[in-house]
Structure formats: structure tokens, C-alpha cells
């Protein structure tokens, strides 16, 4: 009887002893995947998510025009009020053809029933219809007129995961800086476009400090960055300010805001543009590379260059509450074209 209880402890010893050990090998096991993770910015692995749900719908612009221009005889230069109704073939001496591009970002906000509907900044894909180039000389009584560019033609291009697809522009604000582009799909075609996801949130909840995710392409290059938010009643119908690091590109990229209880991540508004200025500066002429001379002090032509420069940290938004308000004033021909928003509605 002895042995027989001594025998039955030690098999309850051994299966005690064999639990313990699978029990420590699984805990091992769960402690180190969690160490082999990275902590998220968010300090959340949800907001991570949301955050990948939100670039989902944020998709690559690319928008170039080309201009036909006609150059004037520069010693019978005319006026602009002489060039109208007059065939610019017959009055030039040189005509070119020059190409032109801009970058952005766009949210893909409708896709149903055969056409889908995209928002952007208005002005990454406006395009002047014409542009006149006046002469550098001032006196005259009216201003002459050294050249004219007329728009020959111009191609949006939405890069998509795994192709390129053009779309038209068929909704602008010029003022709000804000545009719908759209496309109709043949039957045949079925494009991988994801409509936003995300809740539409109330951008009139912003507050001074609250932190902000932006979505977009600068670039060309995929990215998210977050930025703080100052309410500046000095931006007019733009609404937001933002302390985010712009380049070209991350125009009509998505804002995203994470909510108190952190229980969701909502749509909050649009990226519109950065603050600038025009930098005036002498460049010399243009050199090839074998004149190119780096230890040998330059004695050629200095001609003036402009160019648009960024002020870094800077940066003007689009509220949601201000692109509501864009699709309301907007809302009968989008739904004639067949486009409806139900994030705006």
C-alpha cells in the first residue's frame, strides 16, 4: 500500500512538473513575439492599423501640360489688345513646344457603380489656358507682348498599386483649393481602388496642440508624418495650420486626427499647401561641362533667376468641415455625373 502511494505521488510530481515546464516554454514564447514588435508613435497598435487602412485610399497624382509658344518679332512687338481674334501663326517668328509637370496626392472618396470620384488640391491640377509673356521694358502705353503659350493639351494620371489610370476633372474651387477628379470605368475593367474607410470626423473639434497624422506622396514617396495643429484665425478659408514638414508632392494628401477616447482615427481634412516666398538671385550663364572651370574665378554674362522657395514647417489645410460645405455647393452635378460622396452627405 506504501508503494502504491508513493507511486501515485511521484506521477503527480512528474505531471506537475511537465505542466510547469509547457506552461514556461508558452509564456517564453508569447514574451518574446512581443519583444520582436516595435513600439508605434501612436502607442497603439490599433492606430497603426487605422493608419494603414487610411493610406489604403491615399493614391499618387501626376499631372503635366504642354503649351504651344509663339514668340513675336522683337523689334515690332505687339499689344495684347492686337493679338485678340488674331491667328498667333501668323504674327510669330518661332513657335516651341514646351512640357510641364506637377505632383500631388488624392483621396480616393467614391467608388461605385462603374465611376470613381477623387479629392485633391485644385491647384496641382489647373492648368492656365493661356499665358501671355510681356515684354521687360516699361514706358509703352499699352504693355507689348513678347510671346504667348497656348495649352495644347493636359493628362491626370492617378498611379494606382498596379497601374495608371487618367481621370478628368469635373468639380474646382480655385478659392478652397480643393477638386474632384472622376473616371468611368469600360465593363471589362476592375481597378484596385479603395474608397476611404475612415470615419468623417468634426474638424470644428480641433483644438491648439492636438496631434495630426498626414498622408500622402511627397515626393513621389509613400509617407506619414504627424504634426500639431495651431487654429490661426489668420489662414482665411483654409481653416488649418500645421507645424508638418512639406514637399511638393504632399499636396491633397489626407489629414487624420485620433479621437479622445481614443477609440477611432477620423478624416479631419486635406493638405493644401506651405507657406513661401519668391527668391530673387544672380546665376551665371549657362555653362557646359567642359568650360566648367571650380579654382578659376568667373568672368562670364550674370543674369537675375527667380525661384519659389519653401518655408519649412508651414503648412495650410482644407478642414473637412470646409470640404462639406465644397460638396454641398457642388452636390446636384456630382449626382448628375452619377457621384455620390456618402462620407460628405
Same mark, same amino acid.
Given at each position: 500500500?506504501?508503494?502504491?502511494?508513493?507511486?501515485?505521488?511521484?506521477?503527480?510530481?512528474?505531471?506537475?512538473?511537465?505542466?510547469?515546464?509547457?506552461?514556461?516554454?508558452?509564456?517564453?514564447?508569447?514574451?518574446?513575439?512581443?519583444?520582436?514588435?516595435?513600439?508605434?508613435?501612436?502607442?497603439?497598435?490599433?492606430?497603426?492599423?487605422?493608419?494603414?487602412?487610411?493610406?489604403?485610399?491615399?493614391?499618387?497624382?501626376?499631372?503635366?501640360?504642354?503649351?504651344?509658344?509663339?514668340?513675336?518679332?522683337?523689334?515690332?512687338?505687339?499689344?495684347?489688345?492686337?493679338?485678340?481674334? =488674331?491667328?498667333?501663326? $501668323?504674327?510669330?517668328?518661332?513657335?516651341?513646344?514646351?512640357?510641364?509637370?506637377?505632383? !500631388?496626392?488624392?483621396?480616393?472618396?467614391?467608388?461605385?457603380? !462603374?465611376?470613381?470620384?477623387?479629392?485633391?488640391?485644385?491647384?496641382?491640377v489647373t492648368?492656365?489656358?493661356?499665358?501671355?509673356?510681356?515684354?521687360?521694358?516699361?514706358?509703352?502705353?499699352?504693355?507689348?507682348? @513678347?510671346?504667348?503659350?497656348?495649352?495644347?493639351?493636359?493628362?491626370?494620371?492617378l498611379? !494606382?498599386?498596379?497601374?495608371?489610370? !487618367?481621370?478628368?476633372?469635373?468639380?474646382? #474651387?480655385p478659392?478652397?483649393? &480643393?477638386a474632384?477628379?472622376?473616371?468611368?470605368w469600360?465593363?471589362? @475593367?476592375?481597378?484596385? &481602388?479603395?474608397?476611404?474607410?475612415?470615419?468623417?470626423?468634426? $474638424?470644428?473639434?480641433?483644438?491648439?496642440?492636438?496631434?495630426?497624422?498626414? &498622408?500622402? %506622396?511627397?515626393?513621389?514617396?509613400?509617407?506619414?508624418?504627424s504634426?500639431?495643429?495651431?487654429?490661426?484665425?489668420? =489662414?482665411?478659408?483654409?481653416?488649418?495650420?500645421? #507645424?508638418?514638414?512639406?514637399?511638393?508632392?504632399?499636396?491633397g494628401?489626407?489629414?487624420?486626427?485620433?479621437?479622445?477616447?481614443?477609440?477611432?482615427?477620423?478624416?479631419?481634412?486635406?493638405?493644401? $499647401?506651405?507657406?513661401?516666398?519668391?527668391?530673387?538671385?544672380?546665376?551665371?550663364?549657362?555653362?557646359r561641362?567642359?568650360?566648367?572651370?571650380?579654382?578659376?574665378?568667373?568672368?562670364?554674362?550674370?543674369?537675375?533667376?527667380?525661384?519659389?522657395?519653401?518655408? %519649412?514647417?508651414?503648412?495650410?489645410?482644407?478642414?473637412?468641415?470646409?470640404?462639406?460645405?465644397?460638396?454641398? @455647393?457642388?452636390?446636384?452635378?456630382?449626382?448628375?455625373?452619377?457621384?455620390?460622396?456618402?462620407?460628405?452627405?
Amino acid at each position: 500500500m506504501k508503494q502504491y502511494i508513493f507511486s501515485l505521488f511521484c506521477l503527480v510530481i512528474s505531471a506537475t512538473l511537465l505542466s510547469g515546464c509547457s506552461g514556461s516554454e508558452k509564456t517564453a514564447r508569447i514574451v518574446h513575439e512581443t519583444e520582436t514588435r516595435y513600439m508605434s508613435s501612436t502607442g497603439s497598435d490599433f492606430m497603426r492599423d487605422e493608419i494603414k487602412k487610411g493610406m489604403e485610399s491615399v493614391k499618387r497624382l501626376h499631372n503635366s501640360v504642354s503649351y504651344r509658344t509663339y514668340q513675336f518679332d522683337l523689334d515690332n512687338l505687339p499689344t495684347q489688345q492686337e493679338l485678340i481674334n =488674331t491667328d498667333f501663326d $501668323s504674327r510669330a517668328v518661332q513657335t516651341t513646344v514646351d512640357h510641364h509637370s506637377k505632383a !500631388g496626392s488624392a483621396l480616393i472618396l467614391s467608388n461605385r457603380r !462603374g465611376r470613381t470620384a477623387l479629392l485633391t488640391a485644385s491647384h496641382i491640377v489647373t492648368f492656365p489656358d493661356t499665358i501671355w509673356h510681356f515684354a521687360e521694358e516699361r514706358g509703352f502705353v499699352q504693355e507689348k507682348v @513678347e510671346a504667348v503659350s497656348v495649352r495644347q493639351s493636359v493628362s491626370r494620371v492617378l498611379i !494606382g498599386s498596379d497601374d495608371v489610370f !487618367g481621370f478628368e476633372m469635373v468639380v474646382n #474651387d480655385p478659392d478652397r483649393d &480643393l477638386a474632384v477628379l472622376s473616371r468611368n470605368w469600360k465593363p471589362n @475593367e476592375r481597378p484596385r &481602388l479603395t474608397t476611404l474607410r475612415l470615419p468623417t470626423g468634426n $474638424s470644428d473639434a480641433l483644438d491648439w496642440t492636438d496631434r495630426i497624422y498626414a &498622408l500622402g %506622396y511627397p515626393l513621389g514617396i509613400e509617407m506619414v508624418t504627424s504634426a500639431m495643429i495651431s487654429k490661426s484665425g489668420q =489662414t482665411g478659408r483654409r481653416g488649418m495650420v500645421l #507645424d508638418a514638414s512639406f514637399n511638393r508632392g504632399f499636396s491633397g494628401g489626407s489629414l487624420f486626427a485620433v479621437r479622445g477616447d481614443g477609440s477611432a482615427m477620423e478624416w479631419v481634412g486635406i493638405i493644401s $499647401s506651405a507657406s513661401g516666398e519668391t527668391v530673387d538671385y544672380l546665376v551665371p550663364d549657362q555653362l557646359r561641362d567642359e568650360n566648367f572651370r571650380p579654382n578659376l574665378e568667373y568672368t562670364g554674362a550674370i543674369y537675375t533667376q527667380r525661384n519659389q522657395q519653401i518655408n %519649412y514647417g508651414i503648412t495650410f489645410a482644407v478642414s473637412v468641415d470646409q470640404i462639406k460645405d465644397f460638396y454641398s @455647393e457642388n452636390r446636384d452635378e456630382l449626382r448628375r455625373l452619377g457621384i455620390t460622396i456618402r462620407a460628405l452627405e
